[in-house]
Antibody, heavy 121, light 108 residues
Framework: QVQLQESGPGLVKPSETLSLTCTVS?????????WGWIRQPPGKGLEWIGS???????YYNPSLKSRVTISVDTSKNQFSLKLSSVTAADTAVYYC??????????????WGQGTLVTVSS | SYVLTQPPSVSVAPGQTARITCGGN??????VHWYQQEPGQAPVLVVH???DRPSGIPERFSGSNSGNTATLTISRVEAADEADYYC???????????FGTGTKVTVL
């Protein structure tokens, strides 16, 4: 069974960089699939942040692209998210997920439980 | 950018049928996926590629997609179906995933 678990600081100061890691178990990241991040501000809907293949190919939400970096560490079976210059608007529950990406479709079939990150001084 | 519009809420009595719509420009040409999110929980994929169900999802969940509207249908609604539901597509014109605005299903 594929399982994902987010980890990282729950509180980040404005203008600093948010850093989260997703640890995957039950499946080897290097075996395939894209791996991605989605966030959900309190009381609001879902927003895709970006996705990355283990070989390095990435897709980012155009609205966040200038501030986002997703990377993969196959040796640890983890992938990470960095979001720079955060503001209160970046306060959200951050989810990591496995991405099923084909030539005609992309969906998210396994999700982590999510981690709340609050941006505040 | 591509926009997906859902009704904010749908109410349904137990045993009846709930239909949740997802509107988008020519959405029928895209593959639509649906997620169920219970309070405080991560989303769960309940329908992918318009009408396919992942393993373990009850047959009561079905999907369709045509023209400018995709629909998630929940038959024989149960109290456990009370949750938020989101549609999602991949916008190939800008290479990014788009989620709908979300619909809260209330079981009366």
């Amino acid at each position: 069974q594929v399982q994902l678990q987010e980890s990282g600081p729950g509180l980040v100061k404005p203008s600093e960089t948010l850093s989260l890691t997703c640890t995957v178990s039950g499946y080897s990241i290097s075996s395939g699939y894209y791996w991605g991040w989605i966030r959900q501000p309190p009381g609001k809907g879902l927003e895709w942040i970006g996705s990355m293949f283990h070989s390095g190919s990435t897709y980012y939400n155009p609205s966040l692209k200038s501030r986002v970096t997703i990377s993969v560490d196959t040796s640890k079976n983890q992938f990470s998210l960095k979001l720079s210059s955060v503001t209160a608007a970046d306060t959200a529950v951050y989810y990591c997920a496995r991405v099923v990406m084909t030539t005609v479709s992309t969906d998210f079939d396994y999700w982590g439980q999510g981690t709340l990150v609050t941006v505040s001084s | 950018s591509y926009v997906l519009t859902q009704p904010p809420s749908v109410s349904v009595a137990p045993g009846q049928t709930a239909r949740i719509t997802c509107g988008g420009n020519n959405i029928g040409s895209k593959s639509v996926h649906w997620y169920q999110q219970e309070p405080g929980q991560a989303p769960v994929l309940v329908v992918h590629d318009d009408s396919d169900r992942p393993s373990g999802i009850p047959e009561r969940f079905s999907g369709s997609n045509s023209g400018n509207t995709a629909t998630l249908t929940i038959s024989r609604v149960e109290a456990a179906d009370e949750a938020d539901y989101y549609c999602q597509v991949w916008d190939s014109s800008s290479d990014h995933a788009v989620f709908g605005t979300g619909t809260k299903v209330t079981v009366l």
